[in-house]
């Protein structure tokens, strides 16, 4: 048994929500912080992010007489603003279809310009409009250019910044080492129980709080943006601790992944007036979209391709691609612009983009849904709003709820930090203010762990039944891709959540094949996909009985929104026999300024 | 039944609590053609051994995990199409078969995974953090696109280590801060906002610094992003003399050299 380490302040993930969390907390007094990630905090998935991130600065406008698409020039000194809180929050609240809590939304959009410009004076390189202010585009869903961006590799120089700031203010980081547990006693979490991938020993971290950055759970789905280190981890375990799950049935796909691959290629390849085009060459968009065409909400884009492609308009050898195409954009804005999206296509499709259209199709992309927080990171236990003591969490596996039942574009790095920021201010506040660790019960507290991973390193050999995780995984994946997917019925979702049960018992019998202790990768994805296994069945039991469509949950036998049964949050909580029991919580909705109405782009 | 032709992926394993020495191993894979890499390495795993041990996350070349020396050439797994590396066979090489080993110059942690502790701590000795002004705007600092130009051949760096594990000095010298940290440096002193660029040119105008970089330029062929981390450094060296901080016994031979450099390779800030 190893010795216990103890911080003032425990912090799991260090992309964006996270290292906001570290540094502001350390900023404000607190000394004793302790990072850990599973991968290094550079390797976090936030700096994957391409097209920006959301703020009303009004730096820019549409030129004028040149319609939705047309060019963009800066607002000179002096002249009206475009763009307003109070219309980012609108569109925020539009794009979540209502289910957005619209206080919480509110403090987004006040917060988002002030952190824009902390980015900038932390030594962010944003860029530039001609007279040197942050440059903005559009992005689908916005009704005004307000995606402040660096290229289209926003992400990455924001995690840089703020990883840069952390190591300022000697942030003391745990690289490479993988949670396992939240610890619990009386309701108060008090710490955590994690994995140092390097050795492979088990240890026990304590803290007065504790706060998950985990994530989102993407990988969940075959098709997907999102990096291998996304597998819900933090999700999975808050719900194993008790915590309750919220809107988990909510997941967006990104209307533009690479064909047959999943990778991103950022919306800003839209925003900046690239088309979607099908077989027949025809802007489909026209038909669903006619005015917002390219730039509606994700949700409403990959639907829409993927109608396309049921009804035989798809392209590439299996018709199940989509023409994303730029061509007419011009190598100047394309190469200043979006140079990664094009090493991107170069690198997996081949095609310059430059010259020609771009193979995409819908990828699972970002998990709305996660662990329920108020508007300062802390943890919420029931749908009355009542605190988890102690735990606190931020970025993709919380859910606030900004996003409702689907993001916009660029509301993500901002939700990140946003709300990193203010979990980091919450969590300093609790520290200082006398937070104590409960007493702590004297057993080996990393017994439990232990015995989990003999189980997956041991060959069970159940009846001669072994097999390996990875199928195990895989089927999940196809299976939450086919039956939980852009489009649900009763059928298919009754069926997928059949086979997330089923595989749920196989893994009891997978077999491991690395049995070393030092850096056993084999041994960790044992350990994600039992992750991914547990929330999956939240997911597919939340959609099955969610008998509506909202956003990106979209029911071909409930097809239209039902505001009366259904204008609430699922919540799911873990029952005795390990199944995830559902109840519901009110949308804070202020029914005088933005009362729920048709939506429509 | 498949067409595909089979190749051999030949991997470096070690694992230092087992193994006395490094030793190769080889899977066959299928060639197809859109597999990667990174796709055979996972491939293998899932399939055929799943105790061989590599980094990656996003697969796409932004997060920087899964460098590694593909045919004695370091660059990212996850972009890199198996059929462009898989060799034809010739004096040194056995024909249909690619060669994967960890980033040389650094610890073996296991397999292709190696412990980039010190990679990190050069890192962090720059000081990669902006030096802002006592006084900050309210709104955001002006700045022109062509200055924000200049810090994006630094900024892009995904600090995968494939320069810093190709450098021949690195090789012989774990003091030197290696081109990923000079880089960064680099990012900092052309910074309009930064305000300590005098202080960062002392750090770095040193013998363990700048003025060791031997302009083998490895380092250029190595990165994956395309950067050039070699002329930052000239860059630095020059910027360093001619702030008159000459540190390193080495910069005073240099700078009989100086007159003979190019006035339009001057560096934006000095």
Same mark, same amino acid.
Request: net charge negative; aromatic share 6%.
């Given at each position: 048994m190893?010795?216990?380490?103890?911080h003032?302040? @425990?912090?799991?993930?260090?992309?964006?929500?996270?290292?906001?969390?570290?540094?502001?907390a350390? !900023?404000?007094?607190?000394?004793?912080?302790?990072?850990l990630s599973?991968?290094?905090?550079?390797?976090? $998935?936030?700096?994957?992010?391409?097209?920006?991130?959301?703020?009303?600065?009004?730096?820019v406008?549409?030129?004028?007489?040149t319609?939705?698409?047309?060019?963009?020039?800066? @607002?000179?000194?002096?002249?009206?603003?475009?763009d307003?809180?109070?219309?980012?929050?609108?569109?925020?609240?539009?794009?979540?279809?209502w289910?957005?809590?619209?206080?919480?939304?509110?403090?987004?959009?006040n917060?988002?310009?002030?952190?824009?410009?902390?980015?900038?004076?932390?030594?962010c390189?944003?860029?530039?409009?001609?007279?040197?202010?942050?440059?903005?585009?559009?992005?689908?869903?916005?009704?005004?250019p307000r995606?402040?961006?660096?290229?289209d590799w926003t992400?990455?120089?924001?995690?840089h910044?703020?990883?840069?700031?952390?190591l300022k203010?000697?942030?003391?980081?745990?690289?490479?080492?993988y949670? =396992?547990?939240? =610890?619990?006693?009386?309701?108060?979490?008090?710490?955590?129980v994690?994995?140092?991938?390097?050795?492979g020993?088990?240890?026990?971290?304590?803290?007065?709080?504790?706060?998950?950055?985990?994530?989102?759970?993407?990988?969940?789905?075959? @098709?997907?943006?999102?990096?291998?280190?996304?597998?819900?981890?933090?999700?999975?375990i808050?719900?194993?601790?008790?915590?309750?799950?919220?809107?988990?049935? %909510?997941?967006?796909?990104?209307?533009?992944?690479?064909?047959?691959h999943?990778? =991103?290629?950022?919306e800003?390849?839209?925003?900046?007036g690239?088309?979607?085009?099908?077989?027949?060459?025809?802007?489909?968009?026209?038909?669903?979209?006619?005015?917002?065409?390219?730039l509606?909400? !994700?949700?409403?884009?990959?639907r829409?391709?993927?109608?396309?492609?049921?009804?035989?308009?798809?392209?590439?050898?299996?018709?199940k691609?989509?023409?994303?195409?730029?061509? $007419?954009?011009?190598?100047?804005?394309?190469?200043t612009?979006l140079?990664?999206v094009?090493?991107?296509a170069?690198?997996?499709?081949?095609?310059?983009?430059?010259?020609?259209?771009?193979?995409?199709?819908?990828?699972?992309?970002?998990?709305?849904?996660?662990?329920p927080?108020?508007?300062?990171?802390?943890?919420i236990?029931?749908?009355e709003?009542?605190? %988890?003591?102690?735990?606190?969490?931020a970025?993709?596996?919380?859910?606030?709820?900004?996003?409702?039942?689907?993001?916009?574009g660029?509301?993500?790095?901002?939700?990140?930090?946003?709300?990193? !920021? !203010?979990?980091?201010?919450?969590?300093?506040?609790f520290?200082?203010?006398?937070?104590?660790?409960?007493?702590i019960?004297?057993?080996?507290?990393?017994?439990?762990?232990?015995?989990? @991973?003999?189980?997956?390193?041991?060959?069970p050999?159940?009846n001669?039944?072994?097999?390996?995780?990875?199928?195990?995984?895989?089927? =999940?994946k196809?299976?939450?891709?086919?039956?939980?997917?852009?489009?649900?019925?009763?059928?298919k979702?009754t069926?997928?959540l059949?086979?997330?049960?089923e595989?749920?018992?196989?893994?009891?019998?997978?077999?491991?094949?690395?049995?070393?202790?030092? %850096?056993?990768?084999?041994?960790l994805m044992?350990?994600?996909?039992?992750?991914?296994?547990?929330?999956?069945?939240?997911?597919?039991?939340?959609?099955?009985?969610?008998?509506?469509?909202?956003?990106?949950?979209?029911?071909?036998?409930?097809?239209?929104?039902?505001?009366?049964d259904?204008?609430?949050?699922t919540?799911?909580?873990?029952?005795?026999?390990?199944?995830p029991?559902?109840?519901?919580?009110d949308?804070?909705?202020?029914?005088?300024?933005?009362p729920?109405?048709?939506?429509?782009? | 039944?498949?067409?595909?032709?089979?190749?051999?992926?030949?991997?470096?394993?070690y694992?230092?609590?087992?193994?006395?020495?490094?030793h190769?191993?080889?899977?066959?894979?299928?060639?197809?053609?859109?597999?990667t890499?990174?796709?055979?390495?996972?491939?293998?795993?899932?399939?055929?051994?799943?105790?061989?041990?590599?980094r990656?996350?996003? &697969?796409h070349?932004?997060?920087?995990?899964?460098?590694?020396m593909?045919?004695?050439?370091?660059?990212?797994?996850?972009?890199?199409p198996?059929?462009?590396?898989?060799?034809?066979?010739?004096?040194?090489?056995?024909?249909?078969?690619?060669?994967?080993?960890p #980033?040389?110059?650094?610890?073996?942690?296991? *397999? #292709?995974?190696?412990?980039?502790s010190v990679f990190?701590e050069q890192y962090?000795?720059?000081?990669?953090?902006?030096?802002?002004?006592?006084?900050?705007?309210?709104?955001?600092f002006?700045?022109t696109?062509?200055?924000?130009n200049?810090?994006?051949?630094?900024?892009t760096c995904i600090?995968c280590?494939?320069?810093?594990?190709?450098?021949?000095?690195?090789?012989?010298n774990?003091?030197? #801060?290696?081109?990923?940290?000079?880089?960064?440096?680099f990012?900092r002193i052309?910074d309009?906002?930064?305000?300590?660029?005098?202080? &960062?040119?002392?750090?770095?105008?040193?013998?363990?610094?700048?003025?060791?970089?031997?302009?083998?330029?490895?380092?250029?062929?190595?990165?994956?992003?395309?950067?050039?981390?070699?002329?930052?450094?000239?860059?630095?060296?020059?910027?360093s003399? &001619?702030?008159? &901080? #000459?540190?390193?016994?080495r910069?005073?031979?240099?700078?009989?050299?100086?007159?003979?450099? *190019?006035e339009s390779?001057?560096?934006?800030?000095?």
């Amino acid at each position: 048994m190893s010795e216990t380490i103890t911080h003032d302040i @425990i912090i799991v993930g260090a992309g964006l929500a996270g290292s906001w969390a570290a540094m502001v907390a350390a !900023r404000e007094g607190v000394k004793n912080i302790g990072v850990l990630s599973k991968v290094h905090p550079l390797r976090s $998935h936030s700096g994957a992010a391409q097209g920006g991130i959301a703020a009303a600065l009004s730096n820019v406008r549409p030129v004028a007489g040149t319609g939705p698409r047309g060019a963009l020039e800066q @607002i000179p000194p002096g002249d009206e603003p475009v763009d307003s809180p109070d219309l980012h929050m609108f569109d925020t609240i539009k794009g979540s279809d209502w289910l957005g809590d619209q206080d919480k939304i509110d403090v987004l959009v006040n917060d988002a310009i002030d952190i824009i410009y902390e980015y900038e004076h932390m030594g962010c390189v944003f860029s530039r409009t001609a007279d040197g202010r942050i440059n903005q585009r559009r992005f689908g869903g916005h009704s005004a250019p307000r995606a402040n961006f660096a290229a289209d590799w926003t992400g990455h120089v924001l995690l840089h910044t703020i990883h840069e700031q952390c190591l300022k203010h000697d942030v003391k980081f745990y690289s490479e080492w993988y949670v =396992l547990e939240l =610890l619990v006693e009386d309701g108060v979490a008090y710490g955590v129980v994690a994995m140092d991938i390097l050795t492979g020993e088990l240890h026990t971290l304590i803290g007065k709080a504790v706060m998950f950055a985990t994530g989102g759970y993407g990988r969940a789905w075959k @098709i997907t943006s999102n990096a291998t280190a996304n597998t819900g981890d933090g999700v999975a375990i808050a719900y194993n601790a008790g915590v309750p799950l919220m809107d988990m049935e %909510f997941v967006q796909f990104h209307p533009t992944g690479i064909y047959k691959h999943g990778i =991103l290629m950022s919306e800003a390849c839209r925003g900046e007036g690239g088309y979607l085009t099908n077989a027949s060459g025809d802007r489909f968009m026209e038909n669903y979209a006619p005015d917002k065409m390219e730039l509606a909400p !994700r949700d409403l884009v990959s639907r829409s391709e993927q109608t396309e492609i049921d009804e035989g308009r798809g392209v590439g050898d299996d018709a199940k691609g989509i023409y994303l195409d730029m061509t $007419h954009l011009g190598r100047e804005k394309i190469m200043t612009r979006l140079p990664q999206v094009r090493e991107i296509a170069m690198n997996f499709l081949g095609v310059d983009i430059i010259d020609s259209p771009a193979k995409i199709q819908p990828t699972a992309h970002y998990s709305m849904g996660g662990i329920p927080t108020d508007v300062n990171g802390q943890v919420i236990r029931d749908a009355e709003g009542n605190p %988890f003591t102690g735990f606190f969490a931020a970025g993709e596996c919380a859910c606030v709820s900004v996003h409702g039942a689907n993001r916009l574009g660029t509301n993500s790095l901002l939700e990140a930090s946003v709300f990193g !920021r !203010r979990a980091g201010y919450e969590m300093a506040k609790f520290v200082q203010n006398g937070a104590r660790i409960p007493t702590i019960p004297k057993i080996d507290l990393t017994k439990k762990q232990h015995e989990r @991973i003999e189980r997956v390193m041991s060959n069970p050999n159940v009846n001669g039944k072994v097999e390996r995780v990875s199928n195990l995984a895989e089927e =999940l994946k196809w299976n939450m891709t086919d039956n939980c997917g852009i489009f649900r019925d009763d059928e298919k979702l009754t069926i997928g959540l059949d086979k997330v049960q089923e595989l749920q018992e196989r893994f009891t019998h997978t077999e491991v094949m690395d049995k070393s202790k030092r %850096f056993n990768t084999d041994v960790l994805m044992a350990l994600e996909t039992e992750n991914l296994l547990t929330f999956s069945e939240v997911i597919v039991t939340g959609a099955l009985a969610r008998t509506e469509s909202r956003g990106a949950h979209s029911r071909t036998d409930y097809g239209k929104r039902d505001d009366e049964d259904w204008l609430k949050h699922t919540m799911a909580t873990r029952n005795s026999d390990g199944k995830p029991d559902l109840t519901y919580k009110d949308v804070n909705i202020d029914f005088d300024r933005y009362p729920p109405q048709e939506r429509k782009y | 039944m498949s067409k595909n032709k089979t190749v051999t992926v030949r991997v470096r394993r070690y694992n230092p609590d087992v193994d006395k020495k490094p030793h190769y191993q080889d899977y066959p894979v299928e060639l197809t053609g859109d597999k990667t890499v990174l796709d055979a390495l996972e491939e293998i795993k899932a399939e055929q051994d799943g105790s061989l041990t590599f980094r990656r996350s996003c &697969r796409h070349a932004i997060c920087g995990s899964c460098a590694m020396m593909v045919n004695r050439q370091n660059t990212l797994v996850c972009t890199t199409p198996l059929e462009s590396v898989v060799n034809n066979g010739g004096l040194f090489s056995k024909a249909d078969t690619v060669t994967i080993d960890p #980033l040389p110059y650094l610890p073996v942690i296991k *397999d #292709l995974v190696v412990d980039r502790s010190v990679f990190w701590e050069q890192y962090e000795k720059v000081k990669p953090w902006l030096m802002p002004p006592d006084t900050i705007p309210e709104k955001e600092f002006r700045m022109t696109q062509e200055e924000v130009n200049a810090m994006e051949q630094a900024e892009t760096c995904i600090m995968c280590g494939a320069c810093y594990s190709s450098c021949p000095v690195v090789a012989g010298n774990k003091q030197y #801060l290696g081109p990923h940290a000079l880089l960064k440096a680099f990012l900092r002193i052309v910074d309009p906002r930064d305000t300590a660029p005098d202080e &960062r040119l002392d750090m770095i105008g040193t013998e363990t610094g700048a003025f060791r970089c031997h302009k083998v330029s490895n380092c250029i062929d190595a990165c994956p992003k395309g950067l050039n981390p070699a002329q930052a450094i000239s860059n630095l060296a020059k910027a360093s003399m &001619r702030a008159g &901080r #000459l540190s390193a016994e080495r910069a005073e031979r240099m700078k009989s050299l100086i007159d003979m450099l *190019d006035e339009s390779a001057e560096p934006e800030k000095v």
